[in-house]
Nanobody, 118 residues
Framework: QVQLVESGGGLVQTGGSLRLSCAAS????????MGWFRQAPGKEREFVAA????????YYTDSVKGRFTISRDNAKSTVYLQMNSLKPEDTAVYYC???????????WGQGTQVTVSS
């Protein structure tokens, strides 16, 4: 079992920045891939970004490329999502997820709300 706890969400104006954190209950060194997803009101959950265990591969959905950066600190068992140049359409609940064995994201956090005001 892997427990994930997100933090860092909040209210920010357009163009502002936030950094989300996701603390894992196990050493992230042993988690194949970590990711961030988001769900806006009335919409389905969508992929935002992912990073592999060694942090040498990262993936982003097109709408956040150049604005968001995913990183991980295996020593702290924490994954981060640095979000810059935020837009109102980034407003959503952001979820951290873990793919422990390369079989899909099977562990999820409780989510943290990000609201971007125009």
């Amino acid at each position: 079992q892997v427990q994930l706890v997100e933090s860092g969400g909040g209210l920010v104006q357009t163009g502002g920045s936030l950094r989300l954190s996701c603390a894992a209950s196990v050493r992230t060194l042993f988690i194949w891939r970590m990711g961030w997803f988001r769900q806006a009101p009335g919409k389905e959950r969508e992929f935002v970004a992912a990073i592999n265990w060694s942090a040498d591969s990262t993936y982003y959905t097109d709408s956040v490329k150049g604005r968001f950066t995913i990183s991980r600190d295996n020593a702290k068992s924490t994954v981060y999502l640095q979000m810059n140049s935020l837009k109102p359409e980034d407003t959503a609940v952001y979820y951290c997820a873990a793919d422990r064995t390369n079989h899909g994201f099977e562990y999820w956090g409780q989510g943290t709300q990000v609201t971007v005001s125009s």
